[in-house]
T-cell receptor, first 113, second 115 residues
Framework: GQQLNQSPQSMFIQEGEDVSMNCTSS?????WLWYKQDPGEGPVLLIA?????ELTSNGRLTAQFGITRKDSFLNISASIPSDVGIYFC?????????????FGGGTRVLVKP | NAGVTQTPKFQVLKTGQSMTLQCAQD?????MYWYRQDPGMGLRLIYY???????DKGEVPNGYNVSRLNKREFSLRLESAAPSQTSVYFC??????????????FGSGTRLTVV
């Protein structure tokens, strides 16, 4: 089946730093989504991308839908402590069978000690 | 608040026991999904229901059954729990939000341990 490779698996941030993570796929998607999960909670949608090449921002977050439709990246600018959590990319390929999402393995964002 | 409600939040089962995880959404969404989350593996789709009255297998359906009771409710059943089913289970629903957003709304999860 489809697989999403998300990197890095984890990263340490210092307040004020910019961070970046990305996802690549062996297959194309029609939609790319980025989610954030806080401890003990379900993932929450951050950004949705619907067109190849699309660049979308949501506050300090910026994400792009790769031109090949097989990749996406998420940037967080000027990170703050509450950015800590797990970030997931997800690809969606709509079909008559439904709009299932395939998730990457997640990027765990931690604060530098 | 509107959203996806899962019960129970925590559960410990003995191997071989059965249980049903409940999920309900009040957003009038057509599609509902069950995922499991294991460390380092992201979320994997167990079963989904594209609309009321239909259910389909996802990536990891073995050992599970589902019921789409009505438009609001989608339950996941473990007939004979195994330690490999220890995981965090998330229910999600999907609809079209503001600006054409097709993202999922997730519940807060059920943490299941099978001993």
């Amino acid at each position: 089946g489809q697989q999403l490779n998300q990197s890095p698996q984890s990263m340490f941030i210092q307040e004020g730093e910019d961070v970046s993570m990305n996802c690549t796929s062996s297959s194309i998607f029609n939609t790319w989504l980025w989610y954030k999960q806080d401890p003990g909670e379900g993932p929450v949608l951050l950004i949705a991308l619907y067109k190849a090449g699309e660049l979308t921002s949501n506050g300090r977050l910026t994400a792009q839908f790769g031109i090949t439709r097989k990749d996406s990246f998420l940037n967080i600018s000027a990170s703050i402590p509450s950015d800590v959590g797990i970030y997931f990319c997800a690809g969606q390929l709509s079909s008559a069978a439904g709009n299932k999402l395939t998730f990457g393995g997640g990027t765990r964002v931690l604060v530098k000690p | 608040n509107a959203g996806v409600t899962q019960t129970p939040k925590f559960q410990v089962l003995k191997t071989g026991q059965s249980m049903t995880l409940q999920c309900a959404q009040d957003m009038n969404h057509n599609s509902m999904y069950w995922y499991r989350q294991d460390p380092g593996m992201g979320l994997r789709l167990i079963y989904y229901s594209a609309s009321e009255g239909t259910t389909d297998k996802g990536e990891v359906p073995n050992g599970y059954n589902v019921s789409r009771l009505n438009k609001r409710e989608f339950s996941l059943r473990l007939e004979s729990a195994a330690p490999s089913q220890t995981s965090v289970y998330f229910c999600a629903s999907q609809g079209q939000g503001a600006g054409g957003n097709y993202g999922y709304t997730f519940g807060s999860g059920t943490r299941l341990t099978v001993v």
